[in-house]
């Protein structure tokens, strides 16, 4: 029974902790934008919390893997599992990025960091290209062909996080090797959104898995990915020689992927009111998508100082905290019904 209810622990159990650490990145955001440290405490919690089953996830989930022999190779053999392995360099970036927000740059682990970013931007690579590798050799099952599959893109995206930090610090080759990476993954991670991302929308409009309908708020994060590489790349000024990015032009190209995620961010809206599902553990990927939504709202507001752009980061927000909460209901709903399968030998 034991071995039953460890089998259950795959990757994309790593939503849970990434959808929590998102929503400690609004609340730093909120008190950075009211002014209010009342807003920090909340932030602290969160990132306690979601760093906390991140690592207890982590855990479960490698014993699964090293103790249950007939299981070692069900990520390989699934493109959606695969792909929610992804989430781990995206989790060690923002963990990275909300720790140096709590705590400061401190200067004595600077090579630390550094070490970290190079480590994790490679698993994210890595991860990527055997994505790509299973893509065109695997036998693809209908159910495979879901948003999850841009996850692995969107990791090495992710990266910006840390670097940026990072950036501040280091000059010289350093630094230009940082943002010659940065600029790599954004590329990678653009041009195999459009691509990946593609058959992703196909297979959801073939298919219509019920199971798998969250991960469609995943392409809103892309684009608020996007915005966020743009905007902070910008502002690194010109690292490599002859190789840099205008404000007027980042500013115009983000607002033009702003309005395309409001008109994604709509389309889930709908489709979570009438026809969400309890009891799926794929809930769970409408939180970061909605942490990078609001992160890209509130860097464009404070490139445009539009004021509605700050109501509307704070309407993310709300809908942010209820998915949320709506997302432990659902897995309490999960774990019931596995136990209950369990109990009953089915």
Known sequence: ?????????????FGIPIATLALSQVFFLLEKTLKNNIYEYPGIIFFIIGLSLFIFIFILWAVRAFTLHDKKYTHWNNLTRLSFTALIPIIVFVVSHILIGITGFNRNYAYVY????????????????????????????E????????????????????????????????AETIYFLVLMGLG???????????????GHV??????????TMLPVGVSSLIIINLLSISSFGEIIPHISLSIYTVGYISILLWGFEVWNFLVVSIIILRKSRLGVLSVWAYGFPLGLFATST?????????????????????????????????????????????????
């Open 114 to 141: 550094l070490y970290i970013y190079f480590v994790d931007y490679f698993i994210a690579l890595i991860i990527g290209i055997l994505l790509g590798y299973r893509l065109y050799t695997k036998e693809i099952g």
């Open 143 to 174: 159910n495979e062909i879901n948003y999850a599959i841009i996850i692995p893109p969107l990791s090495i995206g992710t990266s910006i996080f840390l670097a940026t930090p990072l950036m501040g610090y280091f000059k010289g080759s350093i």
């Open 206 to 215: 073939s298919h219509k898995s019920g199971d798998l309908l969250p991960t």
């Open 188 to 202: 990678i991670f653009f041009f195999l959104y459009i691509f990946i991302g593609s058959i992703a929308l196909a």
């Open 298 to 346: 509130i860097k464009l507001y404070g490139y445009t100082h539009f004021t509605v752009l700050e109501y509307i980061f704070f309407a993310i927000a709300v809908a942010l905290a209820i998915l949320w909460t709506y997302a432990w209901l659902g897995t309490y709903v999960f774990l019931r019904r596995v136990l209950y399968k369990t109990k009953k030998g089915l």
């Open 1 to 13: 029974m034991k071995t039953e209810k460890l089998s259950i622990f795959g990757s994309e159990w």
